[in-house]
Structure formats: structure tokens, C-alpha cells
């Protein structure tokens, strides 16, 4: 209860106090309009989602039961397609090449290569037939006619949706079998590039009749089944339509793939629609005063006594936590070190062939991107351990235990699905591939598992979390306060992971690529952000350097920008691989949206830049401060900026899967989310580890490698590289520039090994943390108070 209202109580006599106490036990209607707002959004967002899946559900490509030749016989089947799409993920395929656009950047894009082999095999069919001569030998006038007669004859759908048979042409079975001779020989001897040779063997799976996923034929020839079907499906309109199943993804003027008309019109749209709401929320958010207000004048700037600060049993113990963050992080970039290396030379480190042999580029690449995962999410636990007995006022019981069982599940999470992953992709495992080893997926490769024991660790985790809040939420009135918002995205981080079961193998590749969005984009773009913007704003509340109530106001309205905008805005992803038309215009339009908070962050970083200086020389949370300007300032360069140039259909037509991509990849999750965990880490060391034990010194070094490595990477190195990967796209086709010999040039060489400088200057920065946590594991203080003791800890009052 708060004084002002015991005076109102003195004044307004006995009745008045009845109706108030009745009040006050209602749920409070603060900010009513925005959090009314922000429940429409939400359900109209999700509402777009579900049904524009199902869109993709009715739209997308059919694998048909049989395909057939003119004389009858069974070419391929459902089974061999399906088998082949297990045999890609088996391997970790999609860690080394692209299906559809989508996975990663040093292989081929298998879909686009397909449909190249697919393509000149039918041109070689007529031109043998009516020339007898190679298609390349024939003159240019024979030569436009059969390309018009090519891409006549593979733009038709002869799907039988009845019969699920696919009759193919004499043509295209001769294209077909041009697929399969080329993938038998790229998977018996290497692909002269960085994938192994003799990778996928019969005697990685047991006998016929014995196999899950995989069907009881040759493996290669599965492989090159899926392929070829996505080629199929990227070149053949949908029924009704003049349009293909990939919006005529990829660019391919023999197969008569060229942009499509809505990738035009909503790429301008788009653009539109953005001046339009940037106009609108700018005025929104000035008219009705939506920032954080600081909480401090200049004389009073809060006080902050680090050495007496409370500190409990399980507080101390999440210092480990960050130990683990730290060393991770440095494993992570080794790994992106080395793949950095194998862009100019693919197959050996520095001679040394026995590397390549043990961890290959997908290898490598599958573990870069889930230890990327693993110590950003690491930190955020360690984090939300720390600063839950703050917010509840005690220690539970056995906080501390529950802390250990969680940090040991974790390391066996870490451990176990990296060692699954290198037996799985090595052929080890034989039908137990998809449950222990590598699950094939970009981001998710960690088998099905591994994914159980990382649900339930975060389930353990967000009940540390509510067992330390729960008598912050108890005494929080408002069910959207500051404490209650915390509640929510704790909750969230867990809840939206779930979708990763959707995704089983022998699905459609469109469908579960929905799904597997869902995790990533909606995780990244949507949960984290939330995560990162409610607890910033709340670490500010606690710091006594913002008003509580001016806070909550601006969380809200970011919340409604930023989900309202990123929800949808998934659709970026959903442009070319398979998925309906529409996509094109919900996705441009809505992410574009998403620039508009990102680009408001920073407004606050520079308010975050204030309270930093007014503290002055002795405050405690600089470091701290520096990666969240640090975070702000990547918010709008790497995720907005970098992740606009990519996002129009009309640009991510043709640079789908290319090299920008990764410049803004890194911008954004190292960028926002590396610097965000990095800034949590900070804060929570700083009150763990003996204040006369902290330098700055050394973390004012990391902050700024890191840093100007990031920059330095993606500016010299991969968005040169980007435009003129995009530029040969456009020139010759997209197949083309992402072959190897694209790769190859002289130019791509010099600017993919110069990139070692930001690389090393980077590298500097995680060392530099790696050392400094290493070092505060041996300057931690001990618990000041014990389980069950009250902390004393003003409460986040309401203001
Ligand atoms: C902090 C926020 C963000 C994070 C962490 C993030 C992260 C990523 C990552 C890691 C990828 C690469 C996916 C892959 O390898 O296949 C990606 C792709 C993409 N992002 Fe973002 N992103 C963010 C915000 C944005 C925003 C605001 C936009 C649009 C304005 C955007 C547009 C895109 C597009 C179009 C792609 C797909 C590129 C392709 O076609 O291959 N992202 N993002
Ligand atoms: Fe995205």
C-alpha cells in the first residue's frame, strides 16, 4: 500500500475506503488501451500465420506416388523422394549447400543445380534428336527454339492429383536421368569443392526392409530423386496458374524461371506501406510520450553499493553459467574460424588434411550455428537464475540444487547432440540418425533427443525462474506489469521452441520449412526481442535510472510494434520455397514494418548512453551499458538495415541464399543477440564477482574488437562479396553464382581471405571474455543470505 493512498483514505472517510479496498482488489486497468491493443495484435498476427499455412498447405508442391515414363515404366516414386529427402538430412546436407534456397552457403544450391543439369538434359534430348548434336553445338536459331520447346514442355503440370501419378515427358526422364548420373558421380568423388567423396554409403543403413525414412533402394539415387523433384517443382506452374510452385524461384531464363509480377509490385509496396507507418508511429510515439523517462535528477542519480549488495546460494552458482557462455562463445568462432579458412581452401587447414577428414565445412557449420544458440540462450538462463531471487525478495529451498541439475543437464545437452551430430552426419547410426544425430535442418540440428533434453531444461529453468518471482508476482497487481511482462517472455522462450516437434522426416519440405521458421524467425525476431526489450527495460526499473510506470508504457508499445510487425513478417522466408503467392506480399510488407522498432532502439540507446555518463566515473554497470549500445546499435544496422537490403522479393529473388544473407545474419545475431547476451553476462558477473576484483579495462578492449570485427567482416569481406554474388545472379542465372567456380575467382579469394583481419580482431574480443570469466570464477563472493531469508531489496514500486 502506498502513502498517497492512505492519505486519500483519511480524507474520503469509511464508505470511500470499502469502495476502494474493493478496487484495489480488482485487476488493475492501467494502460488498458495499449494492452488491449497488443491482445489484438497478437491474435490477429497469429490468425494471418495459421491461415496463410494453411495456404501453404493447400498451394504446395505433391509428391506424386509414382512418375512415370511414356512407355509406362515407374521412373520415381514417392517412396524414393521421401527416402531421398531423409538421405539429404541424414547427412547434414543442409549444412553444407541449399535446398530451395534455404541452408547453407558454401555448397551449391542443390535445387538450382538440379534444374540446370534437368534443363540442358531436356535441350540435349531435342537437339540430339532434331540435330543430332549436343544442344551447346547447335546454332543460335536452333538453339532459341528449342529452349522455347523446353520451357513449353516443363512449365505444364501433368500432375494427375486422382491418380497422384505424374507422367513425365520422353524429355524429362532424359533430364531426370541426367540428375541422377550427376549426383552419382558428385557423392562417389566429391564435388572438387569441400564435400566429401564417398560420403553416403549403402553400409551407413541396415538391410532392405529394415530402414526408417530411407527407402529400401540406393541411397544416391534417392538423393537425387528429392532433388530433382524440387527442381520439378520450381519450374512447373501451379495448376491454374502462370506461376510456379516457387514463384519461379530460381532465376533460370532456360527453364523460363524470371521474376514473377508480385515480386515487383510488392517490393514498391512494401516501401510504401513503411514511409506510411514510419510517419504514423513517429507520431504516436511523440504525441502520447511513449519512451522510458529517467527516474533520476542530477543530483540524485541512484547510489549503488556493490559490495553489500544480497547475494544468495543460487546466484553464486549461475556464475558458472557464464563461465560456460565465455567458452562456448570462443569454441563457436573457432569453428566459424575454420570455416572461414575452407572458403579458400575447401578441402585441408593449412595442409593439414586429417582436420577436414574429422570436421568438414557442414560439421563445422552445424556446430557453429548451434553453439551460436547454445551460449546466447546459456547466458539468458544464467541470467534470469540470477535475478529471479532479486525480484522475489528470497531464495526458495534448493534454488541452488535445482541450478546445478540444470547446469549439468546442459552440459550433457551441449556434449551429447554435438558428439550425435558428428556420428549421425558420419553414417554411424544407422536408423537412430534422426533421434541422436544430426535432424538435417539449418538451426535445428540436433536430433529429436537432444530437443526433449533442451525442452526440458528450459521447463526446469522457467521453474527456478517462477519459484524465485513468485512472490514478485504475487504483489504485483497489475497481471501486465513489469514482473508479470518478465513471467510472459520467460514463458515464451520455452513455448515457442515446441513447433521444432512438428518437423518429423518424410513431411513435405515446404511444410516443415513453415514450421521451422516458426522457431527461428518467430524465436529471433519475435520471442527474443520481446525477451531482450522487457528485460532491459527491467534491468533499468532495478537500477532506479528509469520511472517503473513511463517503462511499462514504453514496453508495451514496443511490443505492439515489434510483434505486430515480426509476426507476419516471417514471411521474408517464405517468398521461395514453395510456399503460396500471397506470402510474398504479407511477408514484404510486414517485415519491412520491422525496421520501424528497431530503428526507435536506438533512441534509447542513447538515453542509455546518458544515464551511463551521469553516473560517472565510479558506476558500476558501464561494461554492461557498452553492450547494450552495442546491441541498440546492431538492432538498426544489422537487423534493419542489413536485413532490409536483403528483404524486397525483387532483391531476395536473386540473392536468396547468398552471401548477403550471412553479412546481415551476423549482423543480427551476433550483432543484437551475441551483444545482448554478452551485456546480461556483464551485469550478472558484476554483482557476483568481488567489486575490487572487477577492471573494466580489459572488457572496454573486448567491447570495442568485437565490434569493429563484426563490422569489419561483414563490410570488407561479406557484403562486397554479396553484391557481386548478386550481380552474377542476376547476370548468369542464379545456379551460377552459386557455384564453386563462382567462389573461385580471384576477386572472391582475395576478399574471403582478407576477411582474417576483422576475423582475428574479432577473435581478440571473445579471448579477452574467455579470460576475464575464467578469471572471476576465482573472485566470486560468497551468499550473504541464506534460503528462505528475506532480501533486502526495495521493491520495483510503482511510481
Ligand atoms: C534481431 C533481429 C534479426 C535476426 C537475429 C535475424 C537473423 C537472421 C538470420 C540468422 C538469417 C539467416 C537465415 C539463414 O541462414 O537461412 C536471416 C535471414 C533473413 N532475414 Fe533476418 N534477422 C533479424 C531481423 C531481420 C529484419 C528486421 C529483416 C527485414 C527487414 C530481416 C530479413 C531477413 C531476410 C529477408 C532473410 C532471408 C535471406 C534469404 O533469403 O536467404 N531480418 N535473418
Ligand atoms: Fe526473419
Redesign the pocket.
Known sequence: MKAYKRKDVNVMGVRKLEEWQQKEAKPTTKNGLLKSILIVTLLASFTVLIVGGFWIFENMAPRPMEATSSDGEVVMTQDSIIGGQAVFQKYGLMDYGTVL???SYMGPDYTAEALKVYTVGMQDFYAMKEHDQAYADLNQEQQTVIKEKVITEMRVNRFNEETSELPLTDAQVFGLERVEAYYEDVFKNGDGWGLKAGLIQESHVPGEGERLYVADSDQITQISHFFFWTAWLSSTERPDDDITYTNNWPYFEDAGNTMAFSAVWWSGASVTVLILFVGLILFVFYRYHLGMQEAYTKDNYPTFNLAKQSLTSSQVKSAKYFLVVALLFLVQVMFGALMAHYYVEPDSFFGMDWIFELLPFGIAKGYHLQLAIFWIATAWLGMGIFVAPIVGGHEPKRQGLLVDILFWALVVLVGGSMIGQWLGVNGYLGNLWFLLGHQGW??LELGRIWQVILVVGMLIWLFIVYRGIRNGLKKERDKGGLVHLLFYASIAVPAFYIFAFFINPGANFTMSDYWRWWI??LW??GI??VFAVVVIGFLLVRMKLVTKSSTVKALYFQLIILLGS?VI?IG??Y??NGSAEAWIALGSVF??L??IP?TLLVLEAYDQYKMMRDGGVDFPYKATFWFLISTAIW?LV???VL??L??LPAV?YF????F???A??HG??MG??GMFAIAVLLYSLRNIVRPDKWNDKWLKISCWTLNIGLAGMILISLLPVGFLQLKEAFESGYWASRDSSFLQQDIIQELLTIRAIPDVIFIIGVVILAVFAVRSMFHLRPATHKEGEPLPIDEVEED
Open positions: 534456397g534455404h541452408g539449418e538451426y527461428i524467425h529471433v525476431e527474443f526481442e515480426g513478417g521474408h522466408h517468398y521461395y517485415s519491412a520491422e525496421v528497431l538492432n544489422g537487423a534493419g536485413g532490409f536483403i528483404n531476395s540473392e536468396h541464399g547468398q548477403l544473407t550471412p546481415h545474419g543480427a545475431m543484437v543477440y
